[in-house]
T-cell receptor, first 115, second 112 residues
Framework: DAGVTQSPTHLIKTRGQQVTLRCSPK?????VSWYQQALGQGPQFIFQ???????QRGNFPDRFSGHQFPNYSSELNVNALLLGDSALYLC??????????????FGPGTRLTVL | GNSVTQMEGPVTLSEEAFLTINCTYT??????LFWYVQYPGEGLQLLLK?????DKGSNKGFEATYRKETTSFHLEKGSVQVSDSAVYFC???????????FGKGTTLSVSS
């Protein structure tokens, strides 16, 4: 049973460019969350997708957008890249229950470097 | 708002030493509490969790007890190994919530 997978592993972009990161959730999971982890910091919540809609959003600008597909996989898009967007981007998958989301399991991450 | 506070690192121990990493939280209601571990160059792995007061989560020799009265979830291990060297994150998920809130992480370095 495959866990959470993310692609690509590493990415180098220049300021002003746009980037798309991809995530496939663990089998049986229907919810995908994205987090940004700056060097030496804890992960910060970007947003969560369930039933192909953004359910909750953290304190991130509109340059960060996402999408969830019918097979539950998800994309994170970042426009007009800034140097400060350099970070490890983590995808987490989970199951949505009546009382909220269940335990979140993380993928290996995508390391984005903006030059 | 909700928050998690972890002890500052790095924590440096010799193999077979006892480990404690302190974690306290601020939240309304009854959040679920987690410890995740991150090895160099990797994503986060779930280490253990507890979903209600007085629950004890345990895995691979690590333990943590959900203490509502002290709003704490301290991580302990009786005898650490070199392979336990990693960054440890305490996190909470508020009741009926969606977003994990993480502490800043504690780096553990174990030498033989």
């Amino acid at each position: 049973d495959a866990g959470v997978t993310q692609s690509p592993t590493h990415l180098i972009k220049t300021r002003g460019q746009q980037v798309t990161l991809r995530c496939s959730p663990k089998s049986g999971h229907d919810t995908v969350s994205w987090y940004q982890q700056a060097l030496g910091q804890g992960p910060q919540f970007i947003f969560q997708y369930y039933e192909e809609e953004e359910r909750q959003r953290g304190n991130f600008p509109d340059r960060f957008s996402g999408h969830q597909f019918p097979n539950y996989s998800s994309e994170l898009n970042v426009n007009a890249l800034l140097l400060g967007d350099s970070a490890l981007y983590l995808c987490a998958s989970s199951t949505t229950l009546a009382g909220g989301t269940d335990t979140q399991y993380f993928g290996p991450g995508t390391r984005l470097t903006v030059l | 708002g909700n928050s998690v506070t972890q002890m500052e690192g790095p924590v440096t121990l010799s193999e077979e030493a006892f480990l404690t990493i302190n974690c306290t939280y601020t939240a309304t209601g009854y959040p679920s509490l987690f410890w995740y571990v991150q090895y160099p160059g990797e994503g986060l792995q779930l280490l253990l969790k507890a979903t209600k007061a007085d629950d004890k989560g345990s895995n691979k020799g690590f333990e943590a007890t959900y203490r509502k009265e002290t709003t704490s979830f301290h991580l302990e291990k009786g005898s650490v190994q070199v392979s336990d060297s990693a960054v440890y994150f305490c996190a909470l998920l508020e009741q009926a919530g969606t977003a994990l809130i993480f502490g800043k992480g504690t780096t553990l370095s174990v030498s033989s």
